[in-house]
Structures are given as structure tokens and as C-alpha cells.
């Protein structure tokens, strides 16, 4: 009986001990916290404070001079009734419905044709990389000056071949496509990531299905393809995310024209907060937008169970 009431005692005092914090490890838990201090007060005020201020000001009728009023959920219900809004709606998800897969499509083309062992591949990687380092805003001048209807190169070669070149960004019908062409300019950041994928592919698998008789584009169709399935799934959620904030090439070359034909959502909403002033309604639009984002990046993570494979297993 006295045995039994000392172990209890003495697992009563372990459990006690273990519960209290040492000396040591208060020192080293404040001295961790004072070393991060700087971020999480940049944390707090520069993203954690704006996030929620944007919460409360898409509920509020603000112009970032008087105080704000509080109009409930009236910035939502006349975004709904705004046509500009659904129509800037409509253009990013032309863009991103044609951007993001033809992104996919020619950066794994040109990963496998630069994965290909020959002489000088190291230049070739570079020639196609460099593009995508070129500062938007540098890029954007140099393809307003290509896509010129009258001067630029891209309709000049054209005429040199018997061809009448578009309007390009000067016509509604060709807007759109002019800055998905564009955007295909810079396909090398993803291709460098195809790449790496891409040499991560044990060469036995290829050597087996040679053996087999597979020509190259079974090897393509059943090794290739779903081997860097995880990498092409990164692309896709960061395509996706990208495009549906597309703004910088939109407002430097376009500003929205011609008619609104590339009036992209990012952009109506900088309009609404920097040239009009609206800001609740510029947060609501906010708010709208980081649902949409979220909604489609769950729903490409729950079909990615059936095309993604970790692996090799499904």
C-alpha cells in the first residue's frame, strides 16, 4: 500500500515538473520571439491589419477622405448590378481559360525539346529562360511597340508574307489574344521547372519501355507525363492564381481598352479604389475576388486525385 501511493506521489510530481517550463526554455521561447518581433509586427501591420480594415471597409461606403459608413452588404449588391464589373469578370476568364493551359502546353514542348542532350543545350536553355526575367513593365513597352498596327515588326512580317496584320491591341477581337500571346513570351520560368522535373525521371523506366517496343510518344503519353504531374499540378494552381490577379501588362499597354475588352478584374478594381475612390467598393471586390481564387484552387485540388500522380502511383 505505501509502495503504491509513492508511485502515485511520484508521477504526480513528473507530471507537475513536466508541466512547468523551464528556466532555459522560457529564455530561449523569449529570446525566439524577440528575434521575430520585426516580422510579426510587419506581419501585423502591413497584411494582418489591411486584410481586416479591407473586411470592414466592403461593408462600409468609404472614399479614403471621410469616415467611413456603414452600408451593410449594398457594395456587394451594386457590384452585381454593375455591368463593367461583370464584364471584367468575363475577360479574366477568357484570359485564364486560354493563358494558363497554352502556358502548360509550350512550357512542357520546350522542356522537352531543351532536355534533349546535344551540344550547346546550355545556351539554348538560356536564350528561352531570359525572357521571363525581363521586368514586366519593360516587356509590356516592348510588345505595345510589336503589336503597333502600323510600325510594329509583328505586322510588318506579316505584310512581308502577303498577310494584313490585325489590329491587334487597337481591336476588341484581338485584344485578348494579343496578351495571351504575350504572356506565352515568358513561358520560361515554368519551362525551368518542367526541366527539373523532367530530369528527375529515372531513365530505367525509359529504357524498359524501350525494351517493350513503346516508340516516343507512348513514352511521352504513359512516363512522362504522369511523372511530372506534381510539377505541371504546381504550375496550374500558380497559373490560375496569376491570371485571375492579371494587371500590370493590362494597365501599362491597354488600360482596359479597346471598348473594355481587356478591363480585367484587378484592373476595374484599382480603377475603383485609385481613380474613382470607392474604396469600400474596391474592397468588397477585393473580398469577391479571394473567394473566387479559392473556390477555384479547391476545386483543381480535389479533381487533382485523378490525374496527379506521387511516385508513380495514382
Request: hydrophobic content about 50%; proline content about 4%.
Amino acid at each position: 500500500m505505501t509502495s503504491a501511493r509513492t508511485e502515485i506521489g511520484e508521477a504526480v510530481h513528473v507530471r507537475s515538473t513536466a508541466g512547468k517550463m523551464s528556466s532555459m526554455t522560457r529564455r530561449n521561447l523569449r529570446n525566439g520571439l524577440l528575434f521575430v518581433s520585426p516580422w510579426l509586427i510587419g506581419f501585423a501591420v502591413f497584411s494582418l491589419l489591411p486584410f481586416l480594415l479591407s473586411l470592414y471597409y466592403s461593408f462600409t461606403n468609404y472614399d479614403a477622405v471621410s469616415s467611413p459608413d456603414w452600408v451593410g452588404v449594398g457594395n456587394f449588391s451594386q457590384l452585381f448590378q454593375d455591368v463593367l464589373f461583370w464584364k471584367s469578370i468575363v475577360n479574366t476568364i477568357y484570359y485564364t481559360a486560354f493563358a494558363v493551359p497554352l502556358g502548360i502546353v509550350c512550357g512542357v514542348a520546350l522542356a522537352l525539346l531543351l532536355n534533349i542532350k546535344i551540344k550547346g543545350m546550355v545556351v539554348y536553355r538560356t536564350i528561352f529562360y531570359l525572357p521571363s526575367i525581363v521586368p514586366v513593365v519593360a516587356s509590356s513597352v516592348l510588345w505595345l511597340w510589336l503589336f503597333d498596327p502600323q510600325f510594329g515588326l509583328i505586322n510588318s512580317m506579316l505584310n512581308a508574307v502577303g498577310l494584313a496584320g490585325p489590329g491587334w491591341l487597337v481591336d476588341p477581337s484581338w485584344s485578348k489574344p494579343a496578351l495571351i500571346v504575350m504572356g506565352l513570351w515568358g513561358v520560361g520560368g515554368s519551362m525551368i521547372i518542367y526541366l527539373a522535373g523532367l530530369q528527375d525521371i529515372p531513365q530505367e523506366m525509359y529504357e524498359s519501355a524501350q525494351i517493350d517496343g513503346a516508340v516516343w510518344w507512348h513514352k511521352i503519353v504513359y512516363i512522362t507525363l504522369p511523372m511530372i504531374s506534381p510539377v505541371i499540378f504546381f504550375n496550374l494552381i500558380m497559373g490560375l492564381i496569376g491570371s485571375f490577379q492579371y494587371f500590370t501588362q493590362a494597365y501599362i499597354i491597354t488600360s482596359g481598352g479597346p471598348n473594355d475588352s481587356t478591363l480585367f478584374y484587378s484592373l476595374y478594381l484599382y480603377k475603383n479604389a485609385f481613380s474613382y475612390f470607392h474604396m469600400g467598393l474596391a474592397s468588397a471586390m477585393a473580398w469577391i475576388l479571394f473567394l473566387l481564387i479559392m473556390a477555384v484552387t479547391l476545386l483543381v485540388f480535389r479533381s487533382s486525385a485523378r490525374w496527379v500522380f506521387y511516385g508513380g502511383e495514382r
